[in-house]
């Protein structure tokens, strides 16, 4: 059974989903692959501790600290590269930002060197399926430019400036 709650965030309407125990899924409103890895219909349920954490830590983030997602039980679904991806994501620092061509080299060199493109990890950074705690908007295009964003680019230059990151490109 899949569990959802609602929170409210200063870039609008979050959603979250669980099993129960971890968190698998956190999409802002409007948010493109929006329940793309949801396989029923889910519960609402605002009583459990996993949600409580998860907006526990939404709110420290928000309040311009750095939480670690350790704590927050993290279940997302997808294939195995894009759970690689997805590890690589949450090792990226708070207010830093990667390339998908960075990544895509770790990957490769994960792989025994074989090659990864930029573009298959551009595919799993969009299929992300917990935004914000798994840090997709940390990724940027090779040239620095802000190339795109599940969640709408406005809400991932938000989320940037918010860690003090360094746009290296103007948008």
Known sequence: ?????????PIGKITLASDGENLTGLWLEGQKYF?????EPPVKNDNLNIFEAAKTWLNA?????????IGIPLAPEGTDFRKKVWRLLLKIPYGETVSYGELAKQISKQNGGRRTSARAVGGAVGHNPISIIIPCHR???????LTGYAGGTNKKIHLLKLEGAVLRKAN
Not at 1 to 9: A, D, K, P, Q
Not at 139 to 145: E, R, Y
């Open 61 to 69: 983030y928000f309040a311009g600290k750095n939480p670690a997602p």
């Open 139 to 145: 990724v940027i295009g090779a040239d620095g430019g």
């Open 1 to 9: 059974m899949i569990f959802i709650s609602e929170h409210n965030s």
């Open 35 to 39: 329940w793309a890895s949801v396989k």
